[in-house]
């Protein structure tokens, strides 16, 4: 029985030619230049705001819970109904999803915000005493947060602990800031 069935008793061949001829004729003026449906939903969930990932689980989800429902309410036990609930549901869960995400948006929009990390120029306060000759320490505040510099003064002066100081500019070679006491 198993030797009926070989490769070589299935013998397809299939010639097939396509022929494809297009003239178009248009002006530069006419096209108009916007977002296409997909840049649009795109948009709409705020793709670029929030990571992609939780986009298409709060979509994914919200199609399977208004499928599971369909199913169990209206009885549904074919695939042709399920194909033609498909484009509804999708419709449904796309608006439900974006206010499910807006909240997301919201968060991801205050993680992502810009803070100024330059040092040179912004106020210090001393931590370690600092001279021309020796390095102290000093924090600057960055946003919400301080962060730690090394510090040296310019000549003739000297910092303390709870002194102010400007950040004037960043020496590569001893790796560390040369403030000027305030």
């Known amino acids: 029985m198993v030797g009926v069935l070989s ?3 299935l013998d397809l061949e299939l010639d097939s030619t396509v ?28 793709v670029g705001k929030v990571p992609l990932m939780i986009i298409i689980t709060v979509l994914s989800t919200l199609m399977w819970v208004f499928s599971v429902f369909g199913n169990h309410y209206f009885g549904n036990t074919s695939g042709v109904y399920a194909l033609m609930a498909f484009l509804p549901i999708l419709i449904v869960s796309i608006f439900l999803s974006r206010f499910f995400v807006y909240p997301f948006a919201l968060v991801f929009k205050k993680l992502n915000h810009e803070v100024d990390r330059e040092i040179v120029g912004k106020v210090s306060k001393v931590v370690l005493p600092a001279s021309n000759v020796k390095k102290g320490q000093a924090t600057v505040l960055i946003g919400n947060a301080e962060q730690k510099i090394y510090i040296k003064t310019s000549e003739n002066s000297s910092l303390f602990k709870g002194d102010e100081a400007m950040v004037i500019e960043y020496d590569s070679t001893q790796k560390c800031y040369l403030v000027e006491p305030i």
Not at 25 to 33: F, P, R, S
């Open 19 to 46: 022929d494809l001829d297009a003239d178009i004729d248009h002006d530069i003026d006419d096209v108009a230049v916007g977002h296409g449906v997909f840049a649009t939903t795109a948009e709409f969930l705020f």
């Open 7 to 9: 490769p070589d008793t």
